[in-house]
Structure formats: C-alpha cells, structure tokens
C-alpha cells in the first residue's frame, strides 16, 4: 500500500531523471566557454612558460578584439590539434605538421613573420665538444626529439633520415621525445642527448635569452627555409565574427604599442594573411614518410 503523499513509482523515475539531468546541464555549462568569449590555443612551439607573455597577449587580445579571451595550453601538439579538429576551440597557434596532415579540416589564418619572412628552419644541434661534421656521425648515438607531430623537432630529420635509407630506431642507438623545444636544447647541453631536433626560431631566441645554455651546444645542420608555424581555425570555424576579430587583431600588432611590445617580447615582425600553398615542402616531407613506410 502506497503512503499518503508519496509520488508514484513512475513520477520519482521522472524526477530522478529531470534531477540528474539539471545537474549534468550545470556542470557541462561550467566548463563550456562563455558566450563571445575566444578560445585560443598554444602549443610547445609557442614560448609559453613565460607568465607575463601569457598576460600581455591575453590583454592585447581582448582589447583588439571586444572579446574575453582564453589561452588555452597544452603539453602535446596533438591534444591542441584535437580541440581543433573537433571544434573546440576558436583557433590556435600550432605546426606546419600537423596543420598539413589536417589540411582538410582546417584554415589558415595567419602566419608569423621572423626577420621579415614567413619563414623558419629546424636545426639538429650537438653539444660544443662534439666531433660531428654531419648527421651521418651521429648514428648509434642518442637523439632528442621534440614532438611526434613537429615539423621542426621531428619530420624535418626523420625525412632526412629517410633520404638516407635509414630509420631513427635504426639510425640512433635510442631517441626520445622530450615535449618541448627549450627541453631539446636542455638535453643537449646537459649530455642528456647527444644530439637534438629543435625549432631554429626558438633556437635563436634562446641564444638571446639564455646564451649560457645555448652556448654549451652549436649547430650541425640548418634545414632549408620551411613554413613558419602558422595560425589556424576549423574550416567550419565556430564563430565567423569572431574568428575575423581574431584574425584581424593579429594582423595589427604591429601598429599598436601594446601589440607591438608582445611582438618584441616573442621576437617576432608580426603577423601576415598567406596563402597555404607556402606549406607544400612541409607537405611533400610528410608525403615521402608515408612513400618510406
């Protein structure tokens, strides 16, 4: 026998349902970004430890824009390259590598310009008492790599190295990753590596910025002059608007003084509108790998 008051078996099914449905629609809405509000992601390419870069962009960003602005960052270029893909972020900063391999789904935005170029190189660096002359003296010793979806820290070699006829498990008595440009050089000049893949454009600034860790290593090898890393968004973009405000506000910064002092702080010229065909050598080293198997 029911007690007075009670709800029917099949009423409290309905309000346990509407109950965890309530719930589960507040905690997505604390996550999900606010309405208007940029999502804009960094990879490791970007030099993300220093805090006050962070700020400034952030700031500069908001004001250019009108919009609350998110930085979002990540360990892994793949983690940001599957936000974008999936669409759920407005756009961000990433790789020719990956931005090539997922052509079809995404749109460039913008590239970066260093020394007046769109332009940059990947350098395989030695420690300062190395004897190697070449990349072929460095077979059978230990290797650092960036990041499995860098083109600079890891496609740049392993297409060479496949020129060569040769792989890296079979090329270096072992390789790893270490995540991070800075990190590549950290393991170099410490003796950690023998050797590293590493971005020539964080290099160059890490010359400036901390000579006496760069100083314990030097160049062996400049690759040719490749894509910078560029700018993209979902092809299907989340917002049009703000993605023109976004875009629009990178292309500026060079003539705002907040703009340009973030630009001087990344050591960068700006920011320009390319087409993606810029992006073809970086294509063709991803082509030869899938050739060599």
């Keep these: 026998m029911r007690a007075e008051g009670s709800a029917p078996p099949d009423r409290r099914r309905v309000i346990a349902v509407l109950a965890a449905a309530l719930v589960a629609c507040r905690a997505g809405a604390s996550e999900a970004a606010p309405i208007g509000e940029i999502r804009f992601g960094l990879t490791p390419v970007f030099l993300n430890n220093d805090l006050e870069l962070l700020a400034r962009l952030q700031s500069y960003l908001e004001r250019a824009t009108g919009h609350p602005v998110r930085l979002i960052t990540r360990r892994t270029y793949q983690e940001i390259t599957a936000l974008l893909t999936t669409r759920q972020i407005d756009a961000a900063w990433i ?46 010793g230990i290797h650092a790599f960036s990041d499995p979806d860098s083109n600079s820290g890891f496609l740049v070699t392993r297409a060479l190295l496949a020129e060569m006829g040769v792989r890296p498990e079979g090329f270096f008595a072992r390789a790893f990753f270490t995540y991070g440009h800075r990190n590549v050089i950290r393991a170099v000049a410490s003796g950690l590596a023998g050797s590293g893949s590493v971005d020539g454009y964080v290099y160059e600034v890490m010359v400036q910025i901390e000579p006496e860790l760069t ?79």
Aim: proline share 8%.
């Design 95 to 140: 790789c020719g590598y990956p931005f090539v391999t997922h052509r079809s789904e995404l749109q460039l935005v913008a590239v970066p310009l260093w020394r007046s170029r769109p332009l940059y190189q990947s350098y395989v660096i030695v420690g300062n008492d190395s004897e190697a002359r070449s990349v072929a003296d460095l077979a059978g």
């Design 215 to 293: 100083g314990r290593t030097r160049v062996l090898r400049r690759s040719e002059w490749l894509a910078f890393p560029p700018v993209a968004a979902p092809r299907t973009p989340l917002d049009e608007t703000r993605l023109a405000k976004l875009a629009g506000a990178l292309l500026a910064m060079p003539a705002d003084p907040d703009g340009h002092a973030v630009l001087a702080m990344l050591r960068l010229d700006g920011f320009a509108r390319e087409p993606a065909s810029l992006f073809d050598a970086i294509a063709a080293k991803v082509d030869l790998l899938a050739r060599a198997g």
